[in-house]
C-alpha cells in the first residue's frame, strides 16, 4: 500500500473546517453574483481589488503562482527592476519567473537553519550576499519547512528599507500557527496593514483551513505597485469567482469569526501533537526533526551522507518501489544537496499513516544506505 508522508491531503475525520462560515459566505457570494449581472457598478467586486476603511490595498487573485508572477512584473514596471536577490529555499516558479523576464538572479540559501533557527545575524549574512540586487524575494515561514522566522525576515525588511530596496514576501502558508498560538487575532488580516513603501505581501488564507478548491491570493503593497498589477491582472490571471472574493473579504476583518477561530484552533492543536509524537518517533530512531511552528509541514532528516548529486527522482523511485512510501527530499524543494538528507512530512494527515510511513522510510535508511547512496 502506497503511504504519502509529503502531500497536502488532511484526514477528513479529523481536521475542523468552517462549514457555517462557508455557507454563509457562499450565500452571500450568490447573491453578488446577482448584483453583478443587474449592475454593473459592481464590476470592481469581481475584479477583485481589496480595501480596508476605503483605502485601496491590494489585489485578491486567483492562486499563490499567479500571484508571484504579476507581483514580479509590476515590479519590473514600477520600479524598474533588473536584478533579483531570491532566499533560497523558494518555490521553484520564483527562478523560472526572473528567468523569463531575463532578470539578473542572485541567490542566498540560508537552508543551515535545519539543525536551529534563523537569527537576526543570518538576515545581515543574507541581505550582505544580496547587496547587488534591486529586489528581494523571501518565502516565510521557510519553504516546505514549517519553520518560523518572522524575526530574521522582519530584519530582511527593515534592512531592505534602509538600502532602498524593494521586498517581495511569500507568505503563503503563513496562518496557521500550531505552536503558541491562541488564534484569537486574526493571523491573515496583518499581511493586510503592516507594509512599507516598496514591499509586497502574498497570502493565501484559504491554505490554511484547508481550502485548497478554494484557494485564492492576496498580493497587498504600496499604492503605484499595486495599481501597476492591477492593470496586469486580467491579462496575467484572470478574474476570481465572487466566492473567492468573498472568502478574502471575510477573513480580512481585524477579527476571525468564531468558527474560523474554532477550527484553527482545533487543528493547530491535531498537528502540534502529530509533530510532537513524530519528534519523539524520530528521534527514537536517530533522526532530527525541524524546529517547525507554522503550517502543515515538517522536516525530518537522516544523520548521514547527502543525496547523491542531481539523484532526487531516481531516489524517490527507489524509495516508493521499497517501501511504498512517497516522500519529497529537501533537495526537490530547493535545498543544497550538502545540508542533509531529509523529507518533508504532512502533519495534517491522520497520525497511523505518519507514523507507519515514517518507520519505513527509517527502516529503509537503515538497510540501505549502499543503495542510498548509489542512488
Known amino acids: 500500500m502506497t503511504s504519502q508522508l509529503s502531500g497536502w491531503e488532511n484526514s477528513p475525520d479529523e481536521v475542523s473546517i468552517p462549514w457555517g462560515f462557508l455557507n454563509d459566505t457562499w450565500n452571500k457570494s450568490l447573491r453578488n453574483v446577482n448584483k453583478y449581472i443587474e449592475d454593473e457598478h459592481a464590476e470592481k467586486f469581481l475584479d477583485g481589488e481589496l480595501f480596508l476603511n476605503g483605502k485601496f490595498i491590494g489585489l485578491i487573485l486567483p492562486n499563490s503562482t499567479a500571484a508571484l508572477n504579476i507581483a514580479i512584473i509590476s515590479a519590473v514596471k514600477t520600479w524598474g527592476i533588473k536584478s533579483v536577490g531570491i532566499v533560497q529555499p523558494a518555490y521553484f516558479t520564483v527562478g523560472r519567473i526572473c528567468s523569463s523576464l531575463g532578470l539578473r538572479q542572485i541567490n542566498t540559501n540560508v537552508d543551515h537553519w535545519i539543525n536551529g533557527t534563523l537569527s537576526i545575524a543570518d538576515a545581515h549574512s543574507a541581505m550582505s550576499q544580496l547587496h547587488d540586487a534591486d ?96 492593470e496586469l491582472r486580467n491579462v496575467k490571471a484572470g478574474t476570481v469567482t465572487a466566492f473567492q472574493a468573498e472568502l478574502v473579504l471575510a477573513l480580512s476583518s481585524s477579527r476571525l469569526p468564531h468558527d474560523v477561530a474554532a477550527s484553527l484552533a482545533h487543528n493547530a492543536i ?7 509524537a513524530l519528534s519523539v518517533l524520530s528521534m527514537s530512531r536517530g533522526w532530527s526533526i525541524a524546529n517547525s511552528s507554522v503550517g502543515i509541514h515538517t522536516v525530518v532528516f537522516d544523520k ?72
Open 135 to 230: 529586489m528581494i524575494i523571501i518565502t516565510a515561514p521557510m519553504y516546505g519547512s514549517g519553520l518560523d522566522i518572522s524575526e530574521f525576515t522582519r530584519e530582511l525588511i527593515a534592512i531592505g528599507i534602509n538600502t532602498r530596496k524593494s521586498i517581495l514576501v511569500d507568505a503563503a502558508f503563513d496562518g496557521l500557527l500550531f505552536r503558541n498560538n491562541s488564534c484569537t487575532d486574526n493571523p491573515f488580516f496583518r499581511r493586510h496593514t503592516n507594509f512599507h513603501n516598496k514591499i509586497m505581501y502574498i497570502h493565501s488564507p484559504a491554505k490554511s483551513l484547508f481550502l485548497n478548491g478554494a484557494k485564492s491570493a492576496v498580493l497587498t503593497g504600496d499604492n503605484d505597485v499595486i495599481a501597476n498589477a492591477n
Open 270 to 276: 491535531k498537528i502540534r501533537r502529530n509533530y510532537e
Open 304 to 375: 548521514i551522507d547527502s543525496f547523491p548529486p542531481g539523484k532526487v527522482t531516481d531516489h524517490c523511485i527507489k524509495l516508493l518501489k521499497s517501501t511504498g512510501v512517497f516522500a519529497l527530499p529537501l533537495e526537490g524543494l530547493g535545498y543544497r544537496q550538502n545540508v542533509a538528507m531529509g523529507y518533508r512530512v504532512n502533519l495534517a494527515a491522520n497520525w497511523p499513516s505518519i507514523s507507519s510511513a515514517f518507520l519505513r522510510l527509517a527502516e529503509f535508511h537503515s538497510n540501505g544506505r549502499d543503495i542510498l547512496q548509489g542512488s
